[in-house]
C-alpha cells in the first residue's frame, strides 16, 4: 500500500481537471483534457519506455543496443534514480568512466531516493570512485551503507576494495562477516580466498575456492584465484585448466583481473612435457 498511495496521489489532480473539464466544457472540453493528459504521460513516459527496453537489450546479451537505449532515457532528462544507477554501471562495465561519472553524480545528488535507490546508486558511485583511483573515498562511502544496510552487493564490492587498500586484517574481519550474511555468493566466497591468499593461509583459500567451483562462478577472479592456490600446492595442470576456465569467462571493466594477466600467467606455465 505504501506505493500506491503515492499514485494515487499523483493521479488525483489530474482526473479532477478531466471531470471538472467534462461538466463545464462539455464532452469536446473534456476529451481535450483527456489527450493532453495522455499526452504529458507519454512525454514524461519515454525516459521509462526505453530504459525498459535497455534492460531487455542487455539481458540478452546486446551490450551497445541497451547502451544507446539507457542514453535515450537519459537525455529525456526524467530518468528515475534507479535507472541511472543502472546505466552509470553499465558505463563502469563498458569502460565509459567519464561518462559514468556524469550519470552517477546527477543521480547522487537526487533528493528524491527511496532506501533501495540510495543503496544502488551509491554501491556504484563507489565503484566509480575505485575506478577514479579514490579508493579511500570508496571504501568510506562502502563502510557507510555497510553499517546501514545489511547487502550482498555492499559486502562483494567493500571486501574487495579493503583488500586493495592493503589492511589485510580489517579485509578479513569484513569478509568473513560477510560470508556469515551470506555463504552462497560468489563475490563474496572469492574475496575471502583472495584474502587467505594475500595472508598466506593457502589451505584455507584451497577449501575455499573447492566450495566456490560448486557454484560455478562466471567470472575470471574466481578460477584465476584458484590456479595460484593450485601453483602453490605445484599442482600445475589443475592450475592450467583453471586459467583456461578463467580465459572462457567475460572481462569487463569492472573485472579486477585482465585477460592479458590470464594469459601471462598461463603462458609462464611449464609446457606438459616439462612439467
Not at 489532480?13 to 507519454?42: H, Q, R
Not at 547522487?108 to 579514490?134: C, D, H, I, P
Request: hydrophobic letters at 45%.
Amino acid at each position: 500500500m505504501q506505493f500506491i498511495w503515492p499514485l494515487l496521489y499523483k493521479l488525483a489532480l489530474p482526473v479532477i481537471v478531466i471531470i471538472a473539464a467534462f461538466k463545464l466544457g462539455g464532452w469536446m472540453a473534456g476529451t481535450a483534457a483527456v489527450l493532453v493528459f495522455f499526452g504529458i504521460l507519454g512525454y514524461f513516459g519515454r525516459a521509462g519506455v526505453y530504459a525498459m527496453r535497455a534492460s531487455n537489450a542487455y539481458n540478452a546479451g546486446k551490450q551497445e543496443e541497451a547502451l544507446l537505449l539507457f542514453e535515450k532515457a537519459h537525455r529525456t532528462g526524467h530518468m528515475a534514480v534507479h535507472q541511472a544507477s543502472s546505466y552509470g554501471y553499465l558505463l563502469l562495465r563498458s569502460g565509459r568512466t567519464e561518462q559514468a561519472e556524469g550519470v552517477l553524480t546527477q543521480a547522487m545528488q537526487s533528493r528524491n531516493k527511496n532506501r533501495m535507490e540510495r543503496l544502488m546508486v551509491e554501491t556504484n558511485y563507489a565503484l566509480l570512485l575505485w575506478k577514479l583511483g579514490r579508493v579511500s573515498e570508496a571504501v568510506k562511502l562502502l563502510e557507510q551503507l555497510r553499517r546501514d544496510y545489511r547487502h550482498t552487493t555492499v559486502y562483494g564490492s567493500l571486501g574487495y576494495l579493503l583488500l586493495l587498500e592493503g589492511d589485510l586484517d580489517h579485509a578479513l574481519d569484513v569478509n568473513l562477516e560477510a560470508v556469515q550474511f551470506n555463504d552462497s555468493d560468489p563475490v563474496i566466497l572469492d574475496n575471502l580466498g583472495q584474502t587467505y591468499i594475500a595472508r598466506g593461509e593457502f589451505e584455507k583459500a584451497a577449501e575455499l575456492y573447492d566450495k566456490l567451483e560448486e557454484r560455478k562462478p562466471v567470472f575470471p577472479e574466481a578460477y584465476y584465484y584458484h590456479a595460484l592456490v593450485l601453483l602453490h600446492q605445484e599442482k600445475t595442470e589443475a592450475a592450467r585448466a583453471k586459467l583456461q576456465q578463467a580465459l572462457e569467462c567475460r572481462f569487463t571493466a569492472l573485472q579486477t583481473v585482465t585477460r592479458e594477466q590470464v594469459e601471462q600467467r598461463l603462458a609462464s606455465l611449464p609446457s606438459p612435457a616439462e612439467a
